[in-house]
């Protein structure tokens, strides 16, 4: 990766577009360290162990969303947006339609997500000031008292402005790192959030080993065993199960086509972080809801229902793996299309070494995609539990310990780091070969 490195920041078009990056990335940490007009947040929204939607965002926007800044809802509205399209593209024909207009229907498909972005920032932005208020976290007039009537109503549009334009502007800036810069753009934003925290974690694993005794032996393990699962990403994110194909001869005037042998690649982890993102919202929403419920308002059988949804206890494990696989499951499904596969492999005169062409070659397919997705979720699911299994068990020997970087923040960092040195190295190849061609 390092060697990939030094390589392209010799090629003076890759230099600039890494410095381009760089600067993208410098003003996102600038806009992510500037406050809201009318904002007043000191010691930030959440603690880095409770477990609420609130927590999430934060985690994907690098603690802008903690701290009220012009960034605070970052990339996260956007990467919603996406994703909702991406499922109303299968849901919709009309959106399937536009999906198989070629580089026209995409760019419509674009600007679609965007104003979805913005809607979906909107919505956020608001309830982010609702919260706000609520929390006596706004500005308030001489007596200390919060604003009413028409200042109350200008105080909310200022606050939900700036943070709906600074939404629509860091999406902005990922489309100019897609355009003149390296990598995706998004996960280029996301990725700099996320490593923006590493400085907390690396603070708090020097205060466990401060308090000496088991600490002594166990952060060091604990060390030891976030590389690993570094390691673990790194090979899941290239593993891939590899489906024969061998395409039949065919003569087409004095030329002869086809013959060869080849292979459609699945790759283990086909649906990446989703599963875990989809699974961590849904278990974030009750601990969310209960944030705008005061306890003594509480009966003894909600208190219970609350309780399950905390990473402490032995069924928040188990909702989580339950639905990571339902996710893995459900992405892959629309994903991949059997039927449309094995059709396609017909039609080209091709055929699975030992499967009839038709129901069977789908059958197969179906069958190989089944394996690879539950192989791809129980491996993600390690991932995504460890965070919670180590609380866990340093709360039972009574030597608690909490990780501020979780398994979806490992797998993001880890999976665009991988993609951006791809992409360095298909740029560095692509200008190899024009060369050689010149």
């Known amino acids: 990766m390092i060697s990939t490195f030094i390589n392209a920041w010799k090629i003076a078009d890759l230099r600039k577009k890494i410095l381009f990056t760089a600067f993208i990335v410098l003003i996102f940490r600038i806009g992510a360290a500037i406050p809201v007009p009318f904002t007043n947040i000191t010691d930030g929204l959440v603690a880095g162990n409770e477990e609420n ?23 996260t509205p956007y990467i919603n947006s996406s994703i909702i399209i991406q499922l109303l593209t299968v849901a919709i024909p009309a959106l399937e339609k536009l999906s198989k207009e070629g580089e026209e229907g995409r760019k419509k498909i674009a600007t679609i997500t965007r104003y979805t972005t913005i809607a979906l920032a909107l919505l956020q932005s608001t309830a982010y000031f609702i919260y706000l208020r609520s929390q006596n976290l706004v500005v308030v007039d001489a007596n200390g008292n919060q604003f009413t009537g028409f200042s109350m109503v200008l105080q909310a549009i200022v606050v939900i402005s700036v943070l709906t334009a600074g939404s629509a502007f860091v999406m902005w800036l990922g489309e100019q790192v897609n355009d003149k810069g390296i990598g995706n753009g998004v996960s280029i934003i996301l990725f700099a959030g996320i490593v923006s925290r590493m400085p907390t974690l690396v603070t708090m694993m020097w205060q466990y080993l401060q308090y000496g005794g088991p600490y002594l032996a166990l952060v060091p393990t604990v060390i030891l065993v976030l590389l690993a699962m570094i390691a673990f990403i790194v090979w899941m994110d290239n593993a891939e199960r590899r489906i024969p194909v061998q395409y039949a001869k065919r003569v087409v005037g004095r030329k002869m086509y086809g013959g060869q042998s080849t292979h459609i690649p699945i790759k283990v982890n086909m649906s990446g972080v989703l599963p875990i993102i989809f699974a961590s919202s849904i278990l974030s929403l009750p601990p969310t809801v209960q944030m705008f419920i005061k306890a003594e308002n509480l009966s003894k059988g909600w208190q219970t229902f609350f309780g399950l949804f905390k990473s402490t206890h032995w069924a928040y494990g188990i909702m989580y793996f339950v639905l990571i696989l339902f996710f893995a499951y459900f992405y892959a499904s629309i994903q991949y299309n059997p039927v449309e596969m094995a059709n396609n492999i017909r039609k080209n005169s091709g055929m699975i070494p030992g ?52 398994g979806t923040s490992l797998i993001i960092v880890v999976g665009v780091a991988l993609e951006t040195v791809k992409t360095l190295e298909s740029q560095m190849m692509m200008r190899h070969y024009k060369g050689f061609l010149d």
């Open 53 to 75: 939607f609130m927590n999430y965002l934060n985690m994907m926007t690098g603690e802008a969303f903690n701290y009220g800044t012009i960034f605070a809802m970052s990339v």
């Open 355 to 406: 499967i009839r062409p038709g129901k069977p070659t789908a059958d197969y397919i179906q069958k190989i995609l089944g394996r690879i997705t539950l192989l791809g979720a129980l491996l993600i699911s390690v991932i995504a539990l460890f965070p919670i299994l180590l609380t866990q068990f340093t709360q039972l020997i009574g030597r608690p310990m909490t990780l501020s970087l979780g």
